[in-house]
């Protein structure tokens, strides 16, 4: 069943201004163009994409962070932008900066976090405890968010987005400060989810670690699915490129045909 979905989801920014002029500069182009992805219970999908392809519009879209203009988004069945408490209950996300607050200790951030997502205040310290050492910060339990090294935090950062066990996951670069120790964590974090029924999106520029952890990789190019790929199988950066080279290809003759 699906858990996450986004069907032809479109959205353009205002073109940029100058500090110094009213006037707007650039071309506003479309972060998103008909985007649709599915994300089924039980399964985990990576979303790959070069530098500016979409993928954390779209992601901040599934977090309630964008109202597209025009598309239908739905997190468990239900619009992202008006989720109801008990549905928000069981969704996680990281995407931008994690829900991380600077001045409270790594413990103190989880315990907040099971509470901020409707555990129990029985779950809260047993939850905080397991959160804390399956990410690897218990010797970091006492310490200030602040204090922490950019990777502690990212790891903090998804433990509280994970705590409560959500049956839907959105995690928009999950490992890209990770050493190698916690991207096996998270992959591991991310795959346990999953066989507990969660469906996971997750986007990353690390092709290799996408491979490991993902059972569908998606390509976005241009604000629209380009390609989807089976993570077994020969060298995913050939037929990345060779999709988005396509993709790009293909481009001028779609436009042509939307202006006849
Ligand atoms: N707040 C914003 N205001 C204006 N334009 C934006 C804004 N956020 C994103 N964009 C533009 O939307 C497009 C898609 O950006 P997005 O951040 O979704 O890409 P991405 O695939 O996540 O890229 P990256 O891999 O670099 O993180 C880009 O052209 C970007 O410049």
Not at 51 to 61: E, I, M, P, S, V
Request: glycine share 8%; hydrophobic share 45%.
């Amino acid at each position: 069943m699906t858990a996450l979905s986004l069907d032809s989801i479109s959205h353009t920014f205002p073109a940029s201004r100058t500090p110094w002029s009213r006037r707007r500069v650039g071309l506003a182009r479309p972060a998103l163009d008909g985007l649709t992805l599915h994300v089924d219970h039980g399964e985990v999908v990576a979303m790959i994409g070069l530098n500016g392809a979409g993928k954390t519009t779209a992601l901040r879209a599934l977090a309630g962070r964008l109202s597209p203009d025009s598309g239908t988004v739905k997190i468990l069945g239900h619009d992202a932008a008006e989720l109801p408490r008990d549905v928000a209950a069981q969704f996680g996300h990281v995407v931008d900066a994690p829900l991380v607050f600077a001045d409270l200790t790594v413990t103190e951030n989880l315990r907040a976090a099971a509470r901020l997502h409707g555990c129990s205040s029985g779950q809260t310290e047993e939850l905080a405890t397991a959160a804390r050492s399956r990410l690897g910060l218990d010797a970091w339990a006492d310490v200030r968010a602040r204090a922490l090294s950019q990777g502690n935090r990212q790891r903090l950062g998804i433990g509280g987005a994970t705590i409560h066990s959500p049956r839907a996951l959105v995690l928009d670069e999950p490992t890209s400060a990770l050493d190698p120790r916690g991207v096996v964590i998270v992959r591991e974090l991310v795959r346990d989810l999953a066989a507990q029924g969660a469906a996971v999106l997750v986007s990353s520029h690390h092709l290799d670690e996408v491979s490991r952890i993902a059972d569908r990789i998606v390509a976005v190019h241009a604000g629209h699915v380009v390609d989807t790929f089976a993570p077994e199988g020969p060298d995913l950066e050939s037929r990345f490129f060779a999709s988005v080279l396509a993709a790009e290809r293909e481009e001028p003759r779609a436009a042509m045909r939307r202006e006849a």
